[in-house]
Each structure stands twice: as C-alpha cells, then as structure tokens.
C-alpha cells in the first residue's frame, strides 16, 4: 500500500453559451488519452487526456447541476473546477450561481476567460465584474488564476491545462491504487442493447472485471468495464473514469462504490433533515425586488448565515445550492415554480413563501429557538428492545420487540439507541420488517427487524427510542 500521486479530476462551470462544451471538446481533440483522438468516442461524463506525459480527468457533464448532486450525496469528486466566463459577454446571471456552488464548496478553482478571439471581447471588464463578486484574480486584489483562452482558436488552451497541472501539483492529489476501493458514480443509466450502465469515477484503490463491490451498500458485480471509447479496460486505477456494466439497477448520480458496505454511510449527509445537528440556521433569499431584499437582509437576525440572496423566483439552481449548503429558502413575494417545488421535496429542500416580513422574521425565531433547544421538536412516539440479532446478506439485523407506542419509519423521523440511560448512537434505519415484509410501522406489543443504515453498534438488551421530529 503506497500513496502515489493521481490525476486531477477536473470540472467546468459557467454560464449558458460561454463555451464550457467547446472547451471540453477543444481540450478532449487535442490530446485524448491512448492516442484515441479522431476515434468514436461515446459520452460516458468524464474523459482523460495525456498532456505533457502527464494524464488528467476532465468531468463531462458541465454545469453545477451534477457537481452539486454529487456534493449533495458527500461526494466530493471535482479536485479543481475551471469557471468560464466569455469575454464579450461577461458575468452572467449562472456565472454568479457557479461562484456561489465554487466559493460555498471551498473547491480549487481557475477562471478561463474564453471567447478571447471575439470582437466584442472585453478581459479588463469581465476581471472587474469578477471582482464585484468576489472573484479576485491575481492582480485584481487576489490570488485567484485567471486564463485567457479561445474554445475556437484553440489560443491558451495549452495555458490552462498547464495551469491546471500547477495547481494539482501544489495540491498534491494522491490515491493508493492498491488501497481501499472507492468510487463515485457520475453517470448512470439503461441502454435498451447492454442493459444498465453507470459511469464510475475511481478515487482509491482500483477496480477490475468480475470484483465484487458495494454500490450504496448493495452489493454487486463488476462485468464489463470500457473507456470511453467502448474499449475493454483491464484495471481502472484512481481518477480513472470507467464504465461499468451489468449492476442489477441503476446507481443513483453520487453514489459510492466502494469494497464494503459501510464507507457511503460515513459519507452521505443525513437523510431526514435533523437541524438539531447544525447551529447555525443558513438561509438562500429570494425577493421580489431589490429594495425587499435589503429590507430582509438588514432585520435578519445576526445569527443567521445567508448564503445566497437574489432577485427573482426560486429556480432549480437555488435548490440544488439549498441541498449541498444546508440551507433553507425563503421565498419572499415571488413564485415557486412547480418543478421547484417538486425538486425541492426530492431533494429534501424546504422552501417557505411569505408575503409579509414580520411572519418571516417569526418563523426565523422558531426556527431559531429549536436550533438552541435541539429536543424540543422532539415528541417521543414509541420504545422498543432489541432482543435478537440476525445477519442477513452482509446486514446486520436488530430483531426488537415494541414496548410502548410504535416504532415507525418515514421523514423526519429520529431514533435512538439507548444502553444503561446513554445514548450511544442515533442511528439511520432502512428498513423496518416484520418477516421479510417491509413494514412502515409496528405498534405495542409487536415484533419487528430493523435494518440499520451502516455500522450501528446495538446489543441485545439495548433500547432504541423513536421520535418524531415536529416541523418548524
Ligand atoms: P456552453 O453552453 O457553455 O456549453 O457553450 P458552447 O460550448 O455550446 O458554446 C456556445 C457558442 O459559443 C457556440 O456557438 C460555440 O461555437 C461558441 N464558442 C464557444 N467558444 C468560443 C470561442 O472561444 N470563440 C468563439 N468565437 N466562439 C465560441
């Protein structure tokens, strides 16, 4: 087992039409890993080129929208994100929604003002509006790397890759390719001819053809694995992108490959959401007007980070930013379109809408006093005892008999693990049983099977306690 230095795993962020696909394309032509170039290449969400004798993974898919998906789950995948902005357009409404995923993540990240060849093409003003949010570039104040680069003339592409080099280096990314497996799923999906398909992105250790994995902790086989030149790879090493064949269903985008079925538990961020756990209450505000937005910003109450504040309906982006900071969006006289609304319970999101400031500002005071008195949502609903166990396909299953009240699953709600008056854990559950049948509740006297989620120290004699967590 020996730490070696990886490939950097490279992502592309930027407004609409600013050239992330161009770039991608001019970057992937010029230099594609194993002498491919010219070949039929089929998008599997990441690629590698070699430049320099030195190889580097470029994510596929651009925008914030699977980074952010990725990142919602825990995974962190993207080791350096290059933000494009055009030269004869400038900051742009995403361009700003790119800086706030970028800065909010703390992730590595270059500028590459692309569009250099165009007439209109202004640097000095796209470095300035830069600076007006937050973005400052070496020179401008700051120290953050700025490339100049035409997706079409193919000038300062050679630029930014090097540029991306230096910064992996100073990074000093490294894996163990003999290591502990682990992977993340940045692509997936069902091809009518092979069958599922999920595009794996190797972070340590290595995977090989008919070895056995845990995708989110069920397990699962590896059968065939290509590049993205549907060529057979014999051994995908760390930063290595690989589709995989024949999982017995589709892996969720984010999803954790990995050699046991515990290391996703770690990593994904909980389920149900359990504000006891965070402080600090973390807002995104959108406001129908500029001067409403001000109003807000200044009676907020100072103990409240806000992430994010805009003008305008609340968009997808808002959610997805929401999901990965934790935050919850109050949407103040403008309108939650359906499918945001409908992303939002998805994702776990809430979004609150008022019309006037003061049931707001109460609603943040709630909030507020739960944050401070973590239990007083907390409103007991049954006990049980553990009185068996039972390992079943690598589960370990807590046989329980209720005692009082029920023993329920669903969102939001909270279980304990009680030994000797401690509590020792508060487990996830992911599923509740009675025989092999999945159950949604069990009520005094009954017996049921509780799966946990991860590795969840209980003994028989341990109690586990079941509450509902009340909303605010
Ligand atoms: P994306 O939406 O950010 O992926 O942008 P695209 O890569 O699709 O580019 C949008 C448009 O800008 C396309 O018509 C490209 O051909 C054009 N484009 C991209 N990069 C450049 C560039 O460096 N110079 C010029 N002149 N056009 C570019």
Redesign the pocket.
Known sequence: MAMQSRPPVVA?M?????????????IRKTNVAGGEAGGITQHIGAYQIEYNKRTLTFLDT??HAAFSKMRSRGAKVTDIVIL?V???DGVKPQTIESIQHIQSSGVEYIVAI?????PGANIINVKSQLAEHNVFLEGFGGNVSAVE?????K?GINDLLDLILLTADVKDLQADPDGDLKGVVIESGKDAHTGTYATVLVQNGSLVPRQEVFVDGSKERIRLMQDAALKTVPKATPSMPVRVQGFSSIPVIGAIVASTSQIHEMETPSEAVTPAGDKMLKVILKTDVVGSQEALVGSLPATIEIIASGVGEVTESDVLLAQTTGSRILAFNVKVPKSVDELSQTHNVKIKAYKIIYEMLEDIDKVLFVLANPHANEEVLGKAEITAQFDIKGDRIAGCKVTEGEIKRGQNILYKLIRAGEIIATPKIRSLKTGKADIETMKAPGECGLVFRGTVPFKIGDTIECYQLKEV
């Open positions: 592309i930027g407004h609409v039409d600013h050239g992330k696909t161009s770039l991608l394309d001019a651009p925008g494009v055009a030269a004869d692309n569009k250099i060849d165009m680069v035409s997706a079409k003339t000038q």
